[in-house]
T-cell receptor, first 109, second 114 residues
Framework: AQRVTQPEKLLSVFKGAPVELKCNYS??????LFWYVQYSRQRLQLLLR??SRESIKGFTADLNKGETSFHLKKPFAQEEDSAMYYC???????????FGSGTRLQVQP | EAGVTQFPSHSVIEKGQTVTLRCDPI?????LYWYRRVMGKEIKFLLH????????ESGMPNNRFLAERTGGTYSTLKVQPAELEDSGVYFC????????????FGSGTRLTVV
């Protein structure tokens, strides 16, 4: 069975502070990991995926297979980063995503 | 390009009634997915279409839910009869055939069963 855990429901930081949104997963094979974001009154959108090893809006995430983690990081938070963030996993040969429960990021001025 | 479109955006029905949700994927996307988030819980996978065929319906909760995608274009998700626990937000998403880069989601249908 596959599972995604986001231990923090709410993360509140001040503008300019570093941000780390935690994501741990359990899966016996080689997963594909994603971060999705939902800004207020907008639809869920893909933020980044581990395969591409890209940085989007200053966010990065590294897949750590030893710790089974895929934490999302940004060195300096901006107010416009305030949103709901979801970590998601797809298993080998499947396109169905397993989502974590989400973390609400609040960036205060 | 037009995004994934879902309607209605909101639906309030009484327990025991029938509701049909519709999803129009991005044109040319063969893969179409349904997800839902019930109150206080995670977003859960329901099923995956490839064109008009059900590729994976392992997440469908019970036989009160029926999904169709006739002709491989838009899809409908019917709940009959609706129960209180079906309340939540139903999301549709689509992705192209080649490569898997994540989905494009619709804005969701908020279903309230009273």
């Amino acid at each position: 069975a596959q599972r995604v855990t986001q231990p923090e429901k709410l993360l509140s930081v001040f503008k300019g502070a570093p941000v780390e949104l935690k994501c741990n997963y359990s899966y016996s094979g080689s997963p594909e990991l994603f971060w999705y974001v939902q800004y207020s009154r907008q639809r869920l959108q893909l933020l980044l995926r581990h395969i591409s090893r890209e940085s989007i809006k200053g966010f990065t995430a590294d897949l750590n297979k030893g710790e089974t983690s895929f934490h999302l990081k940004k060195p300096f938070a901006q107010e416009e980063d305030s949103a709901m963030y979801y970590c998601a996993l797809s298993g080998t040969g499947r396109r169905a995503l397993t989502f974590g429960s989400g973390t609400r990021l609040q960036v205060q001025p | 390009e037009a995004g994934v479109t879902q309607f209605p955006s909101h639906s309030v029905i009484e327990k025991g009634q029938t509701v049909t949700l519709r999803c129009d994927p991005i044109s040319g996307h063969d893969n179409l997915y349904w997800y839902r988030r019930v109150m206080g819980k995670e977003i859960k996978f329901l099923l995956h279409f490839v064109k008009e065929s059900k590729q994976d319906e392992s997440g469908m909760p019970n036989n009160r839910f029926l999904a169709e995608r006739t002709g491989g274009t838009y899809s409908t998700l019917k709940v009959q009869p609706a129960e209180l626990e079906d309340s939540g937000v139903y999301f549709c998403a689509s992705s192209p055939t080649k490569g898997f880069y994540g989905y494009t989601f619709g804005s969701g249908t908020r279903l309230t069963v009273v």
